[in-house]
């Protein structure tokens, strides 16, 4: 198949739905960052952990979601970069 060249709106356009995927997929992130949350704060009270392996746990689980959010920005910009090429 023969595609013609992207024009500049479309590439504009295209640039701006990779940022909207980027946003979703933090966001997604953040929600399961959310819930793993809930649970440790629930498993917490139900089995009476010691604060330190809760507070352990937390911060295992925000440099995973720091990790991923920077992966993923990384990809968006390098997308856009390549989106934005003529």
Excluded: H
Excluded at 54 to 71: G, H, M, P
Aim: no cysteine; aromatic share 2%; glycine share 2%.
């Amino acid at each position: 198949l023969i595609f013609p060249p992207l024009t500049a709106d479309r590439r504009k356009e295209l640039s701006k739905e990779v940022k909207a995927m980027g946003e979703t997929a933090k966001v997604a992130i953040r929600n399961v960052r959310r819930d793993l949350g809930d649970d440790i704060k629930k498993a917490e009270k139900a089995e009476n952990l010691p604060e330190d392996a809760v507070r352990d746990a937390q911060d295992a689980i925000q440099k995973l979601t720091d990790k991923y959010i920077k992966i993923i920005d990384e990809t968006v910009t390098e997308k856009e970069k390549e989106v934005m090429t003529v």
